[in-house]
């Protein structure tokens, strides 16, 4: 539970230090009626980025419950939530600054 509070920090680390291209989300109210619109970063590498800190926080979750998603790769599937959550934290970063 340590490592996953460790690289969340890492992170909002990462994010904070850059306040000048995060973007903010915009919420509209349309008409009279209740839809909202949410301006979602765009972008693949944007998409990628959450998908993979998704995985990385299912996969996570997954082995703390005894199901190992990655066996596959042996000793080496400790990692993958820590790799899977890196590389989506780059390719948030990478989105950020190409827009």
Do not use: H
């Not at 680390?13 to 973007?23: F, G, R, S, V």
């Not at 989300?25 to 800190?53: A, R, T």
Request: overall charge neutral; proline content about 3%.
């Amino acid at each position: 539970m340590a490592l996953l509070s460790t690289i969340c920090e890492f992170l909002l680390t990462l994010n904070t230090n850059k306040e000048k291209k995060m973007k903010k989300i915009k919420v509209e109210q349309k008409n009279n009626n209740d839809e909202m619109i949410i301006d979602l970063p765009s972008g693949v590498f944007g998409y990628l980025g959450i998908l993979f800190i998704g995985f990385a926080v299912v996969d996570y979750a997954a082995s703390r419950m005894g199901t190992n998603l990655t066996a596959f790769l042996g000793p080496m599937s400790q990692f993958t939530p820590i790799a899977a959550g890196l590389i989506g934290g780059l390719f948030l970063t990478i989105s950020d600054k190409s827009e």
